[in-house]
């Protein structure tokens, strides 16, 4: 049997090593004070975790065992088949992750559960989360109260965007409760869509993307061209991280734009025109 500590000072864990091979119980300290307490046993191919949220402290422990992998790599909970090139069909298993738990939490004042559930918290039917504000004071309802509309120019280096915009009061008010949260808000809306590059993670995020709204809240005393400009310059932080200030693909985009929205609000107008026509026509 041998122990390691982690030499890095916001490493908290340590490895006990013993039997042959890879046999390993691993214990993490987690997060100080997160007023949560429960446990959650995640059951994966090769470790089984137990986490203990204990209010004041998480505490983790990791368990590594040759007999425990031999027994799930022998009771697979999941299996697949396999087209490989050629059309050939191979039939292959692993264990997917699984989960038990339960945990209350004080700071979103919520108890969640699950019972032998996978990572994405499936079947839905062994998940469970219960907001304990809403049982006993009753689910929020919504409203908003509209102080102002109209256009508003988005000025970007490319040229200005036509914009409108709502500001409103968005209100929170829980059905046994006597106290009422709001919210100063803006919501603005930009047809054409201001560009910026994609983050090119994923297949369908590269290439060129668009801001199109925002909903983002705004102080009651700010004018609409202070937060107009407010919005730009979030947009150009998006351009920065993701490619460039200013580009020629922008301009391009931004005319396109402006030119099909041009010709969807000159057809309705056509086609009016036609029916009258056809009306003065009939009545003749």
């Not at 119980?25 to 446990?39: A, C, P």
């Not at 402290?57 to 799930?72: A, E, G, H, Q």
């Not at 038990?100 to 998940?127: A, H, I």
Request: net charge neutral.
């Amino acid at each position: 049997m041998r122990i390691n500590r982690a030499t890095d000072k916001n490493d908290h864990r340590m490895w006990i090593w013993f039997g042959e091979g890879n046999d390993v119980i691993t214990l993490e300290r987690g997060r100080l004070f997160s007023w949560s307490f429960g446990f959650r046993l995640n059951v994966e191919m090769e470790d089984i975790t137990l986490g203990l949220d204990l209010g004041v402290i998480d505490v983790y422990i990791s368990l590594r065992w040759k007999p425990i992998t031999r027994f799930l790599g022998a009771h697979p909970n999941y299996t697949f088949k396999h087209t490989m090139p050629g059309g050939k069909v191979e039939k292959g298993a692993y264990w997917e992750e699984r989960s038990v738990g339960v945990k209350l939490d004080l700071r979103e004042m919520l108890v969640q559960g699950e019972f032998w559930t996978n990572m994405n918290n499936q079947p839905r039917n062994r998940f469970f989360y219960i907001h304990i504000m809403d049982v006993i004071l009753g689910r929020r309802e919504y409203s908003e109260k509209v102080l102002q509309e109209g256009g508003v120019d988005i000025d970007m280096p490319e040229g200005v965007y036509k914009a409108t915009f709502k500001r409103f009061i968005s209100y929170w008010k829980r059905p046994r409760w006597f106290g009422v949260q709001s919210l100063h808000r803006i919501s603005m809306d930009i047809p054409v869509g201001i560009p910026h590059e994609g983050k090119g993670e994923n297949s369908w995020d590269m290439g060129m993307d668009a801001t199109f709204g925002v909903t983002m809240p705004a102080d009651e005393n700010e004018s609409i061209y202070d937060i107009a400009k407010r919005f730009a310059m979030s947009c150009l932080k998006t351009r920065q991280k993701y490619g460039s200030l200013h580009s020629p693909d922008y301009a391009k985009w931004k005319m396109e734009g402006e030119v099909r929205l041009e010709s969807k609000t000159e057809t309705p107008d056509i086609v009016g025109a036609s029916e009258v026509k056809n009306d003065t026509s009939k009545a003749n």
